[in-house]
């Protein structure tokens, strides 16, 4: 790889050996990619995990010396406090996201704790070049606003943040944007919970490919979040178009470059239909209802807030969200309506942390797969059903 | 003795013994305890990576559950002594450079040929060399 003066000097361990190593692994990322040079990024987000490996790569790098260039915004872990007024959480747990508090706070980080920060707190502009993490993330940047994002770790993501570049491969370069492959929806596409389905099916029939979708028509934020996050759980697929609504997609041939699509596969009512069922534990006697995977926004609190208002909660109903999304819950009275029938709007939570072991062996309902897949080794099991349907058996207590 | 050429990703020397994986490999789904593949249907399953030099084709899984697999092990010491890629991807080149196991990619042709299960082997990430012995 060529690097400029100032990166060599990073890499020779002029600016600490925190940004070496930093510098270090980039260098590596992009020789193993065959990347010809570093690019400057101009914003970063990092999925901070507050696992094992997560808090020793960042303690490490807080102890020897490094500071983010670009601030990154981060992933959720859990809210103590919030926590600690509901269950008990185990002193090693405690300590833990404690510490993950402390070394990224040193890093310079902007602890934003949400996985949706391309909503409220990192917004790219058409073009830009980033280094984004977190699987809900890449693809909401890539494709619905046209940055560019390779798909990161969260450890490369947080090595841009601290140098400032990322190796020139795969998504940042015009070429690699390309759609590879057709998807005509004929599903009726009539919620943003059918986005999830068909976010989490299409790699079943496209692979890794870029896939480019027709038959959809002005998805909302929501929908597009939803799609995005599937896209990137049930394959890696980080960036994907839609014909006549996302800005590299105005129409067929500009999202296949010129070039005529060379596969096409149709995704139907049925198709959805069979990947829920795939997907979803059996109905019956549910414990709980858990949302916010990823973060719910504004919009999302007020439907549940909605069909809960007035009523009493057979099960406890949890959403994550952001915190600033919990304000402004706060200031419209959602929150309210929400805990008075037995709800809780959890902030800055992602649901893979140990603050939900009073959970584990339990059976819950939810509108994500993502939500379902990640919890599987934590022993939860879960219904999986659209946002309505999943209120409703949190009122019922079954489904 | 055998020479073949690869390309350095994480630096590092070590000798041990092969152990080819034909199935993409996620280090989360190894007992940190032994090194044991826990993975019902992987085709290392029930078999120690420890301590061996782990011939594979790609990564799998978030780069969450792959850079705390890889932590889990090294902690426990029952991590790969090297690892031989043949499509590298950032989490996997991050992780490795983070827990500082010797990796490697681009073997060539020959290697992947003549290479089998149980070889006594030594990787020269710096030198780019892989030295079936």
């Not at chain 1, 990347?35 to 507050?50: G, Q």
């Not at chain 2, 490697?104 to 040929?113: G, I, L, P, R």
Request: net charge negative.
């Amino acid at each position: 790889m060529i690097l400029t003066e100032h990166e060599q000097a990073m890499l020779d361990g002029k600016m600490g050996e925190g940004v070496k190593l930093a510098m270090k692994i980039l260098v590596a990322v992009g020789e193993a990619y065959d990347a010809p040079k570093m690019v400057p990024v101009t914003r970063a987000h990092v999925a901070l995990s507050n696992q094992e490996a997560d808090l020793w790569f960042a303690e490490k790098l807080v102890n020897m010396g490094a500071v983010c260039t670009i601030p990154p915004t981060v992933n959720p872990s859990f809210n103590l406090e919030q926590f600690q007024c509901i269950t008990h959480i185990d002193p090693e747990d405690e300590a833990i996201v404690k510490r993950t508090h402390e070394a990224y706070k040193k890093l310079g980080a902007v602890l934003t704790y949400n996985c949706t920060p391309y909503l409220e707190a990192n917004v790219p502009r058409f073009g830009e070049i980033t280094a984004f993490s977190e699987s809900s993330a890449t693809p909401f940047i890539n494709s619905v606003y046209g940055a560019r994002t390779n798909r990161e770790a969260a450890q490369s993501a947080l090595c841009s943040a601290v140098t400032g570049v990322t190796p020139y491969y795969g998504y940042l370069l015009e070429e690699n944007r390309k759609g590879e492959i057709w998807v005509e929806v004929e599903a009726d596409m009539k919620n943003d919970f059918d986005y999830q389905m068909l976010g989490y099916c299409t790699p079943k029939f496209t692979g890794f490919k870029i896939p480019v979708f027709t038959g959809l028509h002005n998805p909302s934020k929501e929908a597009l979040m939803n799609l995005g996050a599937q896209l990137n759980t049930g394959g890696n697929v980080a960036l994907y178009h839609i014909v006549g609504f996302t800005p590299e997609a105005s129409d067929l041939e500009t999202a296949f470059h010129g070039e005529i699509p060379k596969e096409k596969v149709v995704i139907t009512n049925e198709d959805l239909k069979k990947m829920r069922k795939e997907l979803t534990d059996p109905s019956g006697k549910i414990d709980f209802a858990l949302f916010g995977c990823p973060h719910f926004t504004i919009a999302q609190v007020k439907n549940v807030a909605v069909l809960v208002e007035g009523k009493k909660l057979a099960v406890p109903l949890f959403i994550m969200c952001s915190a600033s999304t919990r304000n402004l819950a706060k200031q419209m009275g959602l929150k309210n309506v929400i805990e008075e029938a037995g709800g809780y709007l959890m902030a800055d939570t992602c649901m893979d942390q140990p603050s939900w072991k009073f959970l584990y062996g339990k059976k819950g309902v939810t509108d994500s797969p993502k939500c379902a897949y990640y919890t599987k080794r934590r022993d939860m099991q879960f219904v999986i059903a659209s946002l309505e349907e999943s209120v409703m058996a949190a009122l019922k207590g079954e489904i | 003795m055998k020479e073949f050429s690869c390309h350095k990703i994480s630096e590092g020397l070590a000798k041990g013994e092969i152990l080819i994986s034909k199935d993409d490999f996620c280090f989360y789904l190894v007992d940190p305890k032994t090194g044991i593949v826990i993975e019902p249907q992987h085709c290392l399953y029930g078999k120690s990576i420890a301590g061996k030099i782990l011939v594979f084709p790609n990564g799998k899984g978030s780069s969450v559950v792959q850079a705390d697999g890889m932590y889990q092990l090294k902690m426990t010491g029952m991590e790969p002594k090297a690892m031989i890629i043949k499509n590298p991807d950032t989490t996997l080149v991050a992780s490795a450079i983070i827990m500082e196991t010797p990796l490697v990619d681009k073997a060539e042709a020959s290697f992947y040929e003549t290479v089998n299960d149980g070889d006594l082997a030594e990787v020269d990430a710096a030198r780019g060399k892989i030295i079936i012995l």
